[in-house]
């Protein structure tokens, strides 16, 4: 059986060795391999064909995300436009590493990264299939309008095109045009039916890439019979082995042995290593006023962290400052729902469990505890516990937090689905103390694939309750059992995007009696 070409794009430059890997991989797994660029390269394996990017998508007018500077907008639509001029190709990020050879009976070939999202990093499809040309059609318009991001934010953007405002896609969420698009129209076309199992092509997710960094690490949990690839997730494995590795990989971790069965040398192809800032230009100013002893703002210590908590994103910290800094020096506890694994900034490539920590620092007699739908978590800390949970159901919900102590405050940044955020609100109130703040993040916007038809969000929930001090809901027994509690509610507010009172309902704040 002839194998399909691997199609992949380096824009210009020196491959490090981690490229040369997996360019590598594929060559001696047999795949014909192209590498698309637009500029010099340097380091290229042997047996790779090189071939000019500019055929597909012109550099000029390159596209980056706003908020992070990726260049996935760009790559995106390479991949696309390059899939639809090639018959038998398959696309390969140059940091997927090829484990055996890549068949496909029916030219698609791509896998599940999550139980919700099937990722585009290795994209395999017919030239003339459904989903491609929907890719293709969707991303000709840069300020194209999103359905798969719920009802609400659709509206938000069809009400800013026609206010002559529109939200071009490097302003949208990241993943725009990729996995959340590739998701979609796989679905939308019925083609997400050929989509491998996660072990197929993401058996390491995010969370567990530094597991691929340890000496001796058993990886039979991981890899499988079935697995074709392995993802590295190249910038935050590069920046990584950099800054903690020494710049080269522990010849016994598996990115180690599989440097040495591919005969990759890291001395001959280092990773980059960013320069040093230069020092700032140092000006005679008046001097500063000294900061009161002990106001510590959460919102610095959100952007020390990188958590997504501060000024960068959701500017929630300046909110929790305001209520949460009489407490700072009591030993309270803390329940945070969903744990941040790190990647969505610079600082949160540093640091395990960012949000964690933030509340770690800003609590110094508090315990932080926390659950999510991980099985486990590295980092670890004296004040810090973390189980796992389901919070799909209302009972696993009440096993998992039964040992709970009383808490001081509860922050739900889990799932974002509603009925998760509705079913721990009403089991774990009674953890709650008396005075005690529980707060629901991120409520405009809920995730299709969880969320329930017909069941009435949270946002709209609790602002029916700030405004009528009673709640109401599509389900008569869980109406029923949130107000036999609203009785214990002393306040509960609601508070907008970037706190503009014309954006949709983001935060709500529940204070108990």
Partial sequence: MTLNTIGMLWMEGPLSYLEQLCVKSFVDAGHPVVLYHYGP??????????????QFLPREGFLTHKRTGSPALHSDVFRYKMLKANRNMIWADTDAYCLRPFETPNGHFYGWESKT????GVLGLPHDCATLDALLDFTSDEFAIPSYYGP????????????????????????VWGPHAVTHFLHETGEAKYALPQEGLYPFLFKDRRKML??????????TENTYSVHFYGRRMRKRLVEREGGIPHPK???GQLLAKHKVDPAKAPLPVAAPAPEPEVKAEKPARAPLKGQVNLTDLAEKYGSENGAAKHRYSELYQMLMLPYRGRAVNLLQLGLDIGGGTEAAEQFELPTAQMWLEYFPKGKVHALDTVDSVEFTDERFRFKNWDPEARDSIAAATQDLPALDFIVDDASQASHHQQFAFLELWDKLKSGGIYVIEDLRWQP?????????????LFYGFQVEKRFQHSDPALEADLNAIAPEISGCFLFQVGYNVKKRHQVAVIHKR
């Fill in 448 to 460: 299709p694939t969880l969320e329930r038809d017909g069941f009435t969000k949270s946002g709209e």
């Fill in 152 to 175: 609400e934010y659709e509206k938000e953007l069809i009400d800013a095109k026609a206010a002559g405002n529109p939200v071009h896609a490097s302003e949208q969420p990241w993943g």
């Fill in 214 to 223: 340890k000496a001796n690490f058993d990886t039979t949990g991981y890899i």
């Fill in 117 to 120: 999202h099937i990722n585009g």
């Fill in 253 to 255: 971790s598996l990115i």
């Fill in 41 to 54: 390269l340097e380091n290229v394996p042997g047996g790779v064909e090189l071939d000019d990017a500019e």
